[in-house]
């Protein structure tokens, strides 16, 4: 499995920018790198996702590495709502487990006023 | 559009009971999935189905059935609950395996 590593927790200042970073170094050349967040006692809540080019929707930004080993999620201006947990996934494509999302621990983002 | 309804919310089971875990879409989305989540361990896949009588083992299958019937609906079947069963459980669905997940809200299972 391609798996991720993201730093067990961050804070971030409300109204600021929050950059949180990801490391996929073994990343094949056709997965895709997904974030989802999962706020206190819900279910997980999709972010964005991208293969190669930065991407940008109305929640955030996703910036990949030019090599594909890394990536940062950015949340221009983050809100007391943003605490949550961010979970950057890489897509696995196996004939026995098609499309898994393999969740690892990810970053606890508490935001603060 | 109600998304994905997990159904109940909240349980309490005896071991060896069995029980129904609900999980329905109203998307039309032909990928659906179940996950279990442990504190400490993140969201482990059980099982998941590509289409309508399509279905397969996933990380933690092991104590649990499944059936996809019908492209709305796929039920997680405990066939003798066991304490280590006890977890809080996610069901998904999307367009696609490799498509963006939708999550419903989880049922709370306690297994005594």
């Known amino acids: ?113 | 559009n109600a998304g994905v309804t997990q159904t109940p919310k909240f349980q309490v089971l005896k071991t060896g009971q069995s029980m129904t875990l609900q999980c329905a879409q109203d998307m039309n989305h032909e990928y659906m999935s179940w996950y279990r989540q442990d504190p400490g361990m993140g969201l482990r896949l059980i099982h998941y189905s590509v289409g309508a009588g399509i279905t397969d083992q996933g990380e933690v299958p092991n104590g649990y059935n499944v059936s996809r019937s019908t492209t709305e609906d796929f039920p997680l079947r405990l066939l003798s609950a066991a304490p280590s069963q006890t977890s809080v459980y996610f069901c998904a669905s999307g367009r696609g395996s490799n498509q963006p997940q939708h999550f419903g809200d989880g049922t709370r299972l306690s297994i005594l």
């Open chain 1, 1 to 113: 499995d391609a798996k991720t590593t993201q730093p067990t927790s961050m804070d971030c200042a409300e109204g600021r920018a929050a950059n949180l970073p990801c490391n996929h170094s073994t990343i094949s050349g056709n997965e895709y790198v997904y974030w989802y967040r999962q706020i206190h006692s819900q279910g997980p809540q999709y972010i964005i996702h991208g293969l190669k080019n930065n991407e940008t929707n109305e929640m955030a930004s996703l910036i990949i590495t030019e090599d594909r080993k890394s990536s940062t999620l950015i949340l221009p201006h983050a809100t007391l709502r943003d605490t949550a947990v961010y979970y950057c996934i890489v897509r696995v494509a196996e004939s026995s487990t098609l499309g898994r999302l393999y969740f690892g621990r990810g970053t606890q983002l508490t935001v603060w006023p």
